[in-house]
């Protein structure tokens, strides 16, 4: 079957990759179309560590093609949204309700791919750049047949990090200020979640001025190119600052532009060495900084939320989904996205 792999040094779309038969439950997807995140370039490009050889792809949605013992929440024909979410079930964390926090779920990468007969790891519990990929039960989300499945594709990653960090982690409420720093697939999120959650004014920037009709249409109330102007906008300045880019000076711009008893969220992924700064002082107004992992999501929910928010209008999908590729152009899928040219790149198969 076809994929694409990392071999650490190049990436490389291949069409002799195997899977194994589900276990025990286990689901086996057969993958329509794959979103193309920043995640996956910055394995690429070192940002993000990773063992290699790895099949890339995150972000995917498909058919059930067969469930492993145990699984009966999804079966053979069903339309499935993946989270990237492998977690337990069972510890502590998940039984309060906080499965990104499940340490069964982070940094235990598998290897059911092979080809020629190496084993491959799959990036992110889910290698969504593959015709088939196996994914615990737990990642496998019914959603209704007549979701696009290249729109559905980005509820796993895009919706659920950005929408969920704003409705779980930062929990905006009505009439809130949110001030967002990046207008790519995450930042486009995180201004439909602050829109639907019911903030009173949204403020968008982007260095790129091309980005402010997509950012209005999903729910900016204002669009700059740079953060000197919020404090015209907001003067005592945001409730909430989303850094959407993973730059270490604008996450200090995010902190710097909070109001008393703001909260700056972190989403997006600088270097793993990367150390940020800010003023203490500044902080003794109850201002908060949060890390966001994946939208603090609980995906067999949250999945099922933004599959309803979509069919009630509320939630925008397709218009995320800027340009589509077959799996054999993923380099100016790549190229496409790393210049900004594109909200979203889509793989399909």
């Given at each position: 079957m076809r994929g694409v792999i990392f071999d650490g040094k190049q990436t490389e779309v291949v069409d002799d990759l195997e899977i194994r038969d589900p276990g025990p439950g286990e689901v086996l997807v057969a993958i329509s179309a794959a979103g193309l995140?920043?995640?996956?370039?910055?394995?690429?490009?070192?940002?993000?560590?990773?063992?290699?050889?790895?099949?890339?792809?995150?972000?995917?949605?498909?058919?059930?093609?067969?469930?492993?013992?145990?699984?009966?929440?999804?079966?053979p024909g069903d339309h499935v949204s993946?989270?990237?979410?492998?977690?337990?079930?069972?510890?502590?964390?998940?039984?309060?309700?906080?499965?990104?926090?499940?340490?069964?779920?982070?940094?235990?990468p598998q290897q059911p791919f092979t080809r020629r007969g190496r084993p491959l790891y799959q990036f992110a519990a889910n290698s969504a750049f593959a015709e088939r990929t196996l994914v615990k039960a737990v990642q496998a989300v019914r959603i209704p047949d007549e979701i696009p499945l290249p729109s559905a594709a980005l509820i796993g990653c895009g919706v659920l990090t950005g929408v969920g960090a704003v409705l779980n982690r930062a929990r905006v409420d009505r009439g809130d200020t949110v001030l967002v720093i990046g207008t790519g697939g995450i930042g486009l999120n995180v201004i439909q979640g602050a829109r639907i959650a019911g903030a009173l004014k949204i403020v968008a920037v982007d260095s790129n001025p091309a980005k402010e009709a997509v950012a209005r249409q999903f729910g900016a109330t204002h669009f700059l190119?740079?953060?000197?102007?919020?404090?015209?906008?907001?003067?005592?300045?945001?409730?909430?600052?989303?850094?959407?880019?993973?730059?270490?000076?604008?996450?200090?711009?995010?902190?710097?532009?909070?109001?008393?008893?703001?909260?700056?969220?972190?989403?997006?992924?600088?270097?793993?060495?990367?150390?940020?700064?800010?003023?203490?002082?500044?902080?003794?107004?109850?201002?908060?900084?949060?890390?966001?992992?994946?939208?603090?999501?609980?995906?067999?929910?949250?999945?099922?939320?933004?599959?309803?928010?979509?069919?009630?209008?509320?939630?925008?999908?397709?218009?995320?989904?800027?340009?589509t590729y077959p799996v054999e152009d993923f380099e100016k899928a790549a190229e496409d996205a790393r210049g900004g040219r594109v909200a979203r790149a889509v793989l399909t198969f």
């Amino acid at each position: 079957m076809r994929g694409v792999i990392f071999d650490g040094k190049q990436t490389e779309v291949v069409d002799d990759l195997e899977i194994r038969d589900p276990g025990p439950g286990e689901v086996l997807v057969a993958i329509s179309a794959a979103g193309l995140c920043h995640s996956d370039l910055s394995v690429v490009d070192g940002t993000i560590p990773f063992p290699v050889p790895v099949v890339l792809g995150h972000e995917g949605a498909g058919i059930v093609a067969a469930v492993g013992v145990g699984v009966t929440h999804v079966q053979p024909g069903d339309h499935v949204s993946l989270s990237t979410l492998a977690n337990c079930g069972t510890c502590a964390e998940c039984d309060r309700g906080r499965p990104t926090m499940c340490r069964m779920a982070i940094g235990r990468p598998q290897q059911p791919f092979t080809r020629r007969g190496r084993p491959l790891y799959q990036f992110a519990a889910n290698s969504a750049f593959a015709e088939r990929t196996l994914v615990k039960a737990v990642q496998a989300v019914r959603i209704p047949d007549e979701i696009p499945l290249p729109s559905a594709a980005l509820i796993g990653c895009g919706v659920l990090t950005g929408v969920g960090a704003v409705l779980n982690r930062a929990r905006v409420d009505r009439g809130d200020t949110v001030l967002v720093i990046g207008t790519g697939g995450i930042g486009l999120n995180v201004i439909q979640g602050a829109r639907i959650a019911g903030a009173l004014k949204i403020v968008a920037v982007d260095s790129n001025p091309a980005k402010e009709a997509v950012a209005r249409q999903f729910g900016a109330t204002h669009f700059l190119t740079s953060t000197d102007g919020v404090k015209d906008i907001l003067p005592t300045g945001a409730n909430h600052a989303f850094e959407c880019v993973g730059r270490v000076e604008l996450i200090r711009q995010a902190i710097d532009l909070l109001d008393r008893h703001g909260q700056a969220v972190l989403l997006g992924v600088p270097p793993s060495t990367a150390e940020a700064s800010f003023l203490v002082s500044s902080m003794y107004l109850d201002k908060s900084i949060l890390g966001c992992r994946y939208g603090s999501a609980r995906p067999q929910r949250d999945i099922a939320l933004y599959a309803d928010l979509y069919r009630e209008g509320r939630l925008l999908l397709d218009e995320l989904v800027t340009a589509t590729y077959p799996v054999e152009d993923f380099e100016k899928a790549a190229e496409d996205a790393r210049g900004g040219r594109v909200a979203r790149a889509v793989l399909t198969f």
